[in-house]
């Protein structure tokens, strides 16, 4: 009987050691992304004049919380569940489809992505409340624009292009503080207005969208680890420390 050779490890494609490499520089670079953002999102909220103490509570709160949605309420769906069911009769076959219960889906709300980038925006706002008209300008301002470009997708929820928002945000805020002749609020109206907006525009204005849509659940705020509506605002705002910074 002939011995079957035995390969050595080095002639396979793959082999146990190069994965376990890809995995921890997948990691690597992961854990350092997320270190720049907690760092970034930490250096924008010092400058909208939150705490240092608060800015971290913010920062693990959005984090964690971005884990945890809080339901709502459920929206009947246009269509229903079937089930199929295949009947012979007379050597024919037939598929019956009987419905079953309309499709549900549940309305959610994520804390990290929607609930902490609100309550920082509130906090903004009692903070500079002789500015209240601005910063409701630029709420309704950027609301208009994101809406036409939230774009429902079927068995997915309500997408968007990423970078729209912080850009459309930046810009606005940098108009409305360049016309009140407080250019120093433009960091501020950025993130109020980018994360107000985008909630308002993208999520709240897009519900009666959601039946049609045949997804099990629409949570606002909770596509990942710090939604759009999270990054918007800082996003925004560090557009604009580029342009002026705070110093």
């Not at 309305?107 to 509130?122: E, F, K, M, Q, R």
Request: glycine residues 6%; contains cysteine.
């Amino acid at each position: 009987m002939e011995r079957r050779r035995q390969i050595p490890w080095h002639y396979y494609p793959t082999h146990e050691k190069d994965v376990y490499t890809v995995y921890f520089i997948v990691l690597l670079l992961t854990s350092l992304m997320m270190f720049l953002l907690a760092l970034t999102t930490q250096y924008t909220l010092v400058v909208l004049g939150l705490p240092w103490w608060a800015t971290i509570f913010f920062v693990l709160a959005s984090f964690f919380g971005s884990f945890v949605n809080i339901p709502l309420f459920t929206i009947k769906s246009q269509t229903s569940e079937t089930q199929e069911y295949l009947v012979r009769f007379f050597f024919m076959s037939y598929v019956i489809r009987v419905p079953t219960m309309p499709k549900k889906t549940l309305i959610s709300v994520n804390v990290g992505g929607c609930v902490i980038p609100t309550i920082i925006s509130l906090w903004i706002i009692l903070q500079n409340l002789k500015d209240l008209p601005l910063f409701i300008l630029a709420v309704l301002l950027i609301t208009l624009l994101i809406y036409p470009l939230a774009t429902p997708v079927k068995g997915l929820g309500i997408t968007m292009p990423f970078l729209v928002p912080p850009i459309v945000s930046a810009i606005i805020a940098l108009i409305i503080g360049a016309f009140s002749g407080n250019l120093n609020l433009a960091p501020s109206l950025a993130y109020v207005g980018g994360v107000l907006g985008t909630l308002i525009g993208a999520d709240i204005l897009n519900l009666p969208k959601i039946p049609d849509l045949d997804a099990p659940m629409a949570s606002i705020g909770g596509a990942g680890t710090w939604d759009g509506i999270f990054l918007t605002g800082i996003f925004s705002v560090s557009l604009i420390l580029l342009i002026i910074p705070p110093f």
